[in-house]
């Protein structure tokens, strides 16, 4: 194959891996306008079995082909951080907010708007979500210091209820470094009040030695190169 023909097959296969992933990301949409409508909806009781019945036979010619436990998503690329279902920042994801975070300097920055889905007290926020939240906050920014890890525990402080459908800032950073275990430290605002900060979090991360990583995420890994190179 000449340079210039393999140079338009791999952006071809680029091309399919976008479009790819803006289809997962639209889907993600989709899903996460039903699961917010389905947790808001006061619609009359028989809506629902309708809507039960439609959503069955919509989910069905997505469950004909799926992964295994050990095989990555065919769009995310791991070793590049594109995770489409992580279930805090996934675009793909169902479960995800999205929470979108990056980073200036050391500080990562996240925004994300809770809907009626992640309701723990009435119009607030759930705590284990607020957890979930810090805890990628912190990993976000214990992977961006060049030393990424495993939480191996995270202390959380609810010092006020988190609003619903309320915008929210989320901030982080590395505040220590020993061996292999990195300290971080973040916080969850409105984000028009940054400076009121409504749950804390402490986390202790620890950097996997190179045979964990291997027995913990080897299969996976191994499997998504095989599938790139073929
Ligand atoms: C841009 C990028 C985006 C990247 C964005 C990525 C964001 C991802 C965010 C999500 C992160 C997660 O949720 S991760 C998922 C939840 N976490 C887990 O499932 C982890 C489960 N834990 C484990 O599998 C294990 O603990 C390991 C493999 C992590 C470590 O095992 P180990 O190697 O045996 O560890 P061990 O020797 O006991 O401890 C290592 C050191 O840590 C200390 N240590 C251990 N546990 C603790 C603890 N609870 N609190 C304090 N310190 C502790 C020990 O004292 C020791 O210190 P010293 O003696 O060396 O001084």
Redesign the pocket.
Known sequence: MSDSENGRRLHAVDDGLLRRRAAISDLGDALRLLVEHAAATEAPTEELRRAAERIRQAAAPLGERVRGRHDSPTADDMLA?VRLY?P??GAGSALAPPLE?H?DGDLSIGACTLGLAFEGPPSFAHGGVSAMLL??M???A???SGN???????DTGYRKPVPLLTPLRLTAQVTGI????VTATGIIAVAAEPGEILVEATG???A??AE?ARR?FGQAIGRMRQSRAG
């Open positions: 951080g992580n805090v920042t975070i980073s805890d990628q912190l990993g976000y214990v992977g961006h990424p890890g495993m939480t191996v525990r995270l020993e061996g292999r275990r202790v991360f620890v996997l030695r964990q913990l």
